[in-house]
């Protein structure tokens, strides 16, 4: 099952950032379920991308080393070998493609244990077109070689990492090495929904075995130093999880 917009159609005629990516740029599709593999090729080739689908982990194991692509979206239950299995060669062989899960194992263990063995992002099924496409350009984003940046902003929030100082309309704000990251992973996120599992995966790291409840209680900490200034920044989104972001008017 697809999820689609409210109309029940999904809109591809412009990407979130209203640009098409280059055809040189190559994604491998890996599904058993052939009605999956040709939506999700038809839905990239129209963004502008080049695509190659496999229906099993040893074929797309192969057509990797052929087909070098630059992402991979990987199905976790395939008929002979899974695909935490086939992320567990490619990084033994030293192939670093970044991997994005697009899986009915929607186990909270099962998105542990793909994230650490070395995955780049966890999508469950139903999914949605659009969300996959925008997953997609930010695994590209992310792989991309590029200087990292000394300030981050969102409005008039501002993060120097260089002095690791933190201001908004030129108030200082003085946060703990845990909201800091906290933070800082929210600003180079930004506009971006980031659930609860998420955040703790990226700031309390992947073997964290606590209450995912302290993500509510840094999220609050954070809104008594960031938002007393207008508009509030850091967004709940009901359902889904937090977003640092301007309000729409």
Known sequence: MIATDSNGKMDMARTSNGQQPESSVRILVVDDEEAITDLVATTLRYEGFSVETAPSGREALATVKTFRPDVLILDVMLGDIDGFDVLRRLR?????????????????EDRVRGLTLGGDDYICKPFSLAELVARVRVALRRSAPQEAPHRLSVGDLEM?????EVQRRGRDIELTPTEFKLLRYLLENANRVLSKDQIVDHVWNYDFDGDTNIVETYISYLRKKIDIERPALLQTVRGFGYSLRLPRS
């Open 160 to 164: 120097n990492l260089d002095s690791m």
């Open 92 to 108: 033994a062989d030293d192939e670093h493609v970044p991997v994005l899960f697009l899986t009915a194992a929607d186990a909270p």
